[in-house]
């Protein structure tokens, strides 16, 4: 079992659509979580951080579910702008050294 | 401006002859990485480095080297490379708050490999 797994998608949604992602991790000790986006043939870069009560930065919110060992990404009123792959990270080594990284979900927004 | 830079980006060999990617980052991060990334097995850690003269194996450290002279730089070293390590490899850095990961990487855009 992969320690931290996505949904490959691809999830194809309308402009204006609500599309929620979620990412599992395999760990109980994993301390902290976070939400990558990665365009084609690009490098990745840092869309959001999950906080343990949940956060919102404007169209996007992110929540953590420690006891089911998930979290999710929620994007409302996507834009065309918003196709792309989301990574889920998780640190898992207790000395906070690593970042493993989800396979990633592919997001299509169509008009 | 803030960033990470490799080169080369693209690079075709031929097994065995030996390639470095350079990795390069001017913010003074203490925390350095290399990631491989192949369709469906996402980013996977090869090596990282804590700060200087400190090195670690990631996930997939088989077939490759690095060294950490210096804060700014974190080669990567292909001794003799292979056909199943034509990849697309990402370095990244990060500032560690006390021993821990902030969380935030800073990639480089990525060097696409091809071993014949």
């Known amino acids: 079992r992969k320690e931290v797994e996505q949904d490959p998608g691809p999830f194809n949604v309308p402009e204006g659509a609500t599309v929620a992602f979620n990412c599992t991790y395999s760990?109980?000790?994993?301390?902290?979580f976070f939400w990558y986006r990665q365009d084609c043939r690009k490098e990745p870069k840092l869309l959001m951080s999950v906080y343990s009560s949940g956060n919102e930065d404007g169209r996007f919110t992110a929540q953590l579910n420690r006891a089911s060992q998930y979290i999710s990404l929620l994007i409302r009123d996507s834009k065309l702008s918003d196709s792309a792959t989301y990574l889920c990270v998780v640190n898992i080594r207790n000395a906070g050294n690593m970042l493993t990284f989800g396979g990633g979900t592919r997001l299509m927004v169509k008009p | 401006e803030a960033q990470v830079t490799q080169n080369p980006r693209y690079l075709i060999t031929v097994t065995g002859k030996k390639l470095t990617v350079t990795c390069s980052q001017n913010m003074n991060h203490e925390y350095m990485s290399w990631y491989r990334q192949d369709p469906g097995l996402g980013l996977r850690q090869i090596y990282y480095s804590m700060n200087v003269e400190v090195t670690d194996k990631g996930d997939v450290p088989e077939g490759y080297k690095v060294s950490r002279k210096e804060k700014r730089n974190f080669p990567l070293i292909l001794e003799s490379p292979s056909p199943n390590q034509t990849s697309l490899y990402f370095c990244?850095?990060?500032?560690?708050?006390?021993?821990?990961?902030?969380?935030?990487?800073?990639f480089g855009e990525g060097s696409r490999l091809t071993v014949l």
């Open positions: 760990n109980s000790a994993s301390q902290s």
């Open positions: 990244a850095s990060s500032s560690l708050a006390g021993r821990a990961n902030t969380g935030e990487l800073f």
